[in-house]
């Protein structure tokens, strides 16, 4: 089976001998709109995705952590890759999320999401029983035999409690359909180790390290924050792919504010973005138990960063 994306992602950098990034550069991890009673609102996913799209990113991510996969069934997933699929067309690329903790349950929903229209799979590390690291490289590789799709695999020991170890990596990489990484694993040294031996492209699932991994030769970023501000984000890898490093620099740290409050500030980057999000009158909802809304604290701190966001950018880009 041959594992080419449906949709051709954009270009990347401009240097001659670069390859191409499987989903494109700039990533949404798009959360998961629901009606205010808590039910899968499609109309709602189909408008922000367009938004998306239209604001810049190459390629949306479904049913992530952002997404609210654990609180979302098999066939909301299935929908949701279909609806928006069917809203941006050949526009984006689009990367169901499909991992789980059991390895049947995750092939399940790879064959389902390629049935649904999907063109990648994102596979999370099976999470909670800690499988040692023949078994995580087991579990990957009986996905990636399993479809047609490429797939990325989402290293987060963080939530996980288990890292893809580097020598693992290597190992998978060598895998046709294993073609690309989120990196949430905050090992820089271990990234470029396995960056300087594959050509596994690495996105950072880490907004504060969108230009730091950039630089090193990583592939773009699947971002949460960019549910909010697709537009601002992608300007920091155009500035660096346009040879302006110090645009590049300056714009990443304008967005510093809105990405600490978002990612760093104690809530989950669901509830951050929703709660944005809706303030903004845009698609989103409420989230799902176990997760709360947030507050009107915490709401009216992002939308000032997010205004304070949106004037410094004035003059680059439209908001």
């Given amino acids: 089976m041959t594992s080419p994306p449906a949709r051709p992602a954009p270009s990347a950098r401009s240097a001659p001998s670069a390859t ?39 390629g949306l991510v479904l049913s992530g952590t952002t997404g609210e996969s654990p609180t979302t069934t098999d066939d909301e997933k299935a929908a ?29 929903l790879a064959l389902q999401a390629e049935k649904a229209g999907a063109d990648g799979l994102l596979v999370v590390t099976p999470y909670y029983s800690r499988p040692p690291q023949d078994a995580v490289e087991a579990h990957f590789l009986e996905v990636a035999d399993a479809t047609g ?12 409690g288990t890292r893809i170890e580097p020598e693992t990596m290597l190992r998978l990489a060598e895998h046709p359909r294993i073609v690309a990484v989120k990196d949430c694993a905050y090992d820089l040294m271990g990234t470029q180790k396995v960056l300087s031996r594959t050509d596994l492209a690495y996105y950072t ?33 155009d500035a660096f792919d346009a040879g302006d490093t110090e645009r590049a620099r300056r714009l990443q740290r ?16 669901a509830v951050t973005s ?14 799902r138990a176990p997760l709360h809304s947030a507050g009107r604290e915490a709401t009216g701190g992002l939308l000032a960063a997010y205004e304070a966001l949106r004037q410094a950018s004035r003059g680059s880009f439209s908001s």
């Fill in 80 to 108: 949701l890759v279909r609806a928006v699929a069917e809203a941006v067309g050949h526009r984006a690329a689009i990367v169901a999320g499909v991992g789980s903790f059991a390895t049947r349950h995750t092939v399940e």
């Fill in 149 to 160: 799709l490429p797939l990325a695999l989402y290293d987060i020991p963080g939530r996980t």
């Fill in 20 to 58: 191409p990034p499987p989903f494109g550069r700039a990533l949404c991890a798009m959360v998961t709109p629901f009606t205010a009673d808590g039910l899968l609102d499609l109309d709602g996913a189909r408008l922000l995705a367009e938004r998306l799209v239209a604001e810049g990113c190459d």
């Fill in 254 to 269: 304008q967005s510093m504010e809105l990405i600490e409050l978002m990612m760093g500030a104690g809530l989950p980057g």
């Fill in 274 to 287: 929703k709660a944005l999000l809706d303030a903004l009158g845009l698609p989103a909802g409420p989230v």
């Fill in 205 to 237: 699932g880490c907004d504060e390290s969108i230009l730091a991994l950039y630089a090193v030769g990583g592939a773009g970023y699947i971002s949460t924050v960019a549910n909010a501000v697709p537009r601002q984000l992608r300007s920091i890898i």
